[in-house]
C-alpha cells in the first residue's frame, strides 16, 4: 500500500507564498521499480478536482496547469520520499483544500484524478484579499 500524508497548507494574504509537503511511505511505494507519478490537486468549494501540477519519480519531469505555470513549482526529494509544491504569487482563486496524489509509473502520466489511485487526505490553503 501507499500513504501519502500532506503538511503546509494555511492561510495566507494574496500575493503570499506556502509551501507543501507531501511525504510518501508504505511498501508498495518504496519497492516499485518503475516509480510513480506524484500530483497535486486541489478543490475549491463547489468545484470538481481539479490538476494543479505533478512530477515524474523517477525522471523529474514537470507537469503543471495553465492556471498555476510560472507561479508554483513542484519538486521531489528522493530520499525523503517527499514532493513538494512551492506556490508563490498566490491568488484568492487558489483557495481550495490542496490534495497529494500518486499514480504507478508503469502507466502514463495523467491529468485525471480519477487516475490516481492513492490520495492523501488534503490540506487546507486559504488565499485572503
Known amino acids: 500500500q501507499v500513504q501519502l500524508v500532506e503538511s503546509g497548507g494555511g492561510l495566507v494574504q494574496a500575493g503570499g507564498s506556502l509551501r507543501l509537503s507531501c511525504a510518501a511511505s508504505?511498501?508498495?511505494?518504496?519497492?516499485?521499480?518503475?516509480?510513480?507519478?506524484m500530483g497535486w490537486f486541489r478543490q475549491a468549494p463547489g468545484k470538481e478536482r481539479e490538476f494543479v501540477a505533478a512530477?515524474?519519480?523517477?525522471?523529474?519531469?514537470?507537469y503543471y496547469a495553465d492556471s498555476v505555470k510560472d507561479r508554483f513549482t513542484i519538486s521531489r526529494e528522493k530520499a525523503q520520499n517527499t514532493v513538494y509544491l512551492q506556490m508563490n504569487s498566490l491568488k484568492p482563486v487558489d483557495t481550495a483544500v490542496y490534495y497529494c496524489?500518486?499514480?504507478?509509473?508503469?502507466?502514463?502520466?495523467?491529468?485525471?484524478?480519477?487516475?490516481?489511485?492513492?490520495w492523501g487526505q488534503g490540506t487546507q490553503v486559504t488565499v485572503s484579499t
Open positions: 496524489a500518486t499514480r504507478s509509473g508503469r502507466n502514463d502520466m495523467s491529468y485525471r484524478s480519477s487516475e490516481y489511485p492513492y
Open positions: 508504505g511498501r508498495t511505494f518504496s519497492s516499485s521499480t518503475v516509480g510513480w507519478f
Open positions: 512530477v515524474g519519480w523517477k525522471s523529474g519531469r514537470t
